[in-house]
């Protein structure tokens, strides 16, 4: 003989049906209650903020068509915050499958979104700072698809909401009105993600500053590569106030283009009264370091305001000229 089921008269019991119509209930007075930041399990909240933040959405889906971001292009955008609340609707629905569980979820669902907004400020801390948890805002940000992405994939950016400075000024870190970055990830080796915590007025792109860089300035439809020049005793580039040249033309090796001829460059350079090369027959190799010494290149994005229209000038400023070093190479050793 096999035991009569009991599954029709749970099914049938009025004390199921009335446990299962106050679930809800109950559920939206500990959602009230429940601190945010709590309500959650960890691992849940965070994968949720990271889909919020478009990781692991196919490119496809960001990008429709390859024509949208050609090559060498930025494209600026927000996010809709409706769209990636479907996204994370359709992660929660997975674990509904009864009425009862739909409407569980649509009690909770204003909690759990709150929850994972605040989380989206969260996923990238850098530097150990701590985020509380706070209410979320719009998201602005930008693709970039170029060869700077893989030549720098180090390259710095830096966002604001206002754009109070001009484009050469040295922003501090600690800058009320800089905005935190929420997402900066290469999708591809030439493809740049970039997400704000808001929508910013104006944008820094810089090369890393990790090091020390020479070059030159690049001519361009079939103008000459120069190389802006500066004063040795002060280190300052040469400029109003100064007798020109304040550049110089940059020659190359006969047969090899691309490949600078230093001993000619160096000839050139020397050449230039306003230079105050050491007085030998050629430049030293300690001045044509500090000709072509070039500070990081930025590339800004914004409104051409009053702060914007100033002319980015030289940001890097020696602060010991080549009097100083000649002084203490003349100074007798103690």
Known sequence: ????????????????????????EQLASTATTTPLG???????RTWLARSRLLEGVPFQHIVADTELLPPESIRFFYVDREWTDALVQGAL????????DREQLQVLHAAIRDEVDAEERRVRMVGGESVGMAPAGSIGGFLLRSRAVSGWPALHVRAYREDL?????????????????????????????????????????EEPRQGVQYGVDL???????????????????????KPQPWTENVPFRKGSPGVINVFHLGMRIYDVPAVHATPFELITSGEMAMELLQFPFRQVFG?????????????????????????????EPT
Not at 38 to 44: H, Q, T
Not at 219 to 241: K, M
Request: aromatic share 4%; glycine share 10%; with cysteine.
């Open 38 to 44: 709590e309500l959650l399990p960890d691992n849940v």
């Open 1 to 24: 003989m096999t035991a009569p089921s009991t599954g029709g008269v749970v099914l049938h019991n009025p004390l199921v049906f009335e446990a299962s119509a106050a679930a809800p």
């Open 219 to 241: 001519g361009v439809g079939g103008a000459p590569t120069t190389i802006p020049l500066r004063d040795l005793a002060t280190g300052q580039r040469l400029g109003p106030g």
């Open 93 to 100: 629905s997975v674990g509904t499958i009864t009425t009862l």
């Open 303 to 331: 409104e051409v305001g009053q702060a914007a229209a100033t002319a980015a000038g030289d940001d890097f400023r020696p602060t010991i000229g080549a009097e100083t070093v000649r002084a203490w190479e003349e100074e």
């Open 165 to 205: 400075l001009p484009d050469d000024a040295d922003v501090p870190p600690t800058a009320p009105h800089r905005m935190r970055l929420l997402r900066l990830e290469r999708l591809a080796p030439a493809v740049l993600l970039c997400l704000f915590d808001g929508v910013p007025a104006v944008v820094h792109i």
